[in-house]
Structures are given as structure tokens and as C-alpha cells.
């Protein structure tokens, strides 16, 4: 069998067919979430009542469980409303080695809140919330957002 018959017209390289390599897939393979941002759902899960503050004993030193249990309503945001919080927005910023200051921007409706928490690291490499805060103003439709 020739080499002219199995290579496709034009081609002048002396290369027969092979095998065709395989494709990489398409899809991007799913990142787990960042320490920071993983902690901000679950805080929002707290702090909106959907769970009880119980659920983060683990996942907290120090102060900030009784932060947490100051914080957390007895009748959740947004309840009366009929919205449900979301998190907008989440970003974190490692001043030392295993320390996270983060803050996220969380919506209710027609209100904007902010939660600025601390994470730190420990011996055994498990990520612990060390400070939750939580603030926010209302913001009124058509008015600039606070400043």
C-alpha cells in the first residue's frame, strides 16, 4: 500500500495516519470553594436563621460563637418580608499565614448588609471563624448605595 493513497491531498509530509490524540473536555472541573467563601454560607445560614447557631460549635474559637449567638435573630431577616438573605459578594485577604479577613455583601430584598469575619488556622489545619461582625443601612430605590 502507497503513502500517496493514505495521505489526503496536499499533504507532502512522508507521515502516515495515527491515532487521533484524546480531547480534553470542555468543562472546567468545579474548584472548591475557598475557605472564606465556604465559611460566608454558613454564617448566612445562621445569621438568617435557617440554621441554629448550634450548627457552627465546631467550626468557631474563641468569642466568636458568642458573637454569633448575639447576632443571630430570633425572628430571621427577612422573614417578615418574605425574602430570603443571599450572598452577593465575597472577598478574603490573608494578612499572615493562616489568618483570612474576609467580608461579604449580603441582600434582603431592598437591603444591603455587610459581614466582615476572621478565620484562622489551626494546628490540625481546619479553618475556625475567630470574629463575625454584621452591619448594613437600608437603601432607598433610586438613591446612591452608602458610601
Do not use: K, N
Not at 51 to 72: I, S
Not at 101 to 123: K, W, Y
Amino acid at each position: 500500500m502507497s503513502t500517496d493513497r493514505t495521505r489526503p491531498a496536499g499533504r507532502r509530509d512522508q507521515r502516515g495516519p495515527r491515532s487521533v490524540p484524546p480531547q480534553r473536555s470542555r468543562r472546567t472541573a468545579q474548584r472548591p470553594p475557598r475557605p472564606h467563601q465556604w465559611f460566608a454560607e454558613r454564617l448566612l445560614a445562621v445569621l438568617s436563621g435557617q440554621r441554629p447557631v448550634h450548627w457552627m460549635l465546631g467550626h468557631t474559637v474563641g468569642d466568636a460563637y458568642d458573637q454569633l449567638a448575639e447576632l443571630a435573630p430570633s425572628a430571621p431577616p427577612g422573614a417578615a418580608r418574605g425574602s430570603r438573605p443571599v450572598l452577593r459578594h465575597c472577598r478574603g485577604a490573608q494578612p499572615a499565614t493562616g489568618v483570612v479577613e474576609a467580608f461579604a455583601s449580603i441582600a434582603e430584598g431592598d437591603r444591603v448588609r455587610a459581614m466582615a469575619f476572621r478565620l484562622e488556622q489551626g494546628d490540625d489545619r481546619r479553618w475556625r471563624c475567630a470574629a463575625v461582625e454584621l452591619g448594613g443601612e437600608r437603601l432607598a430605590v433610586g438613591s446612591p448605595g452608602p458610601r
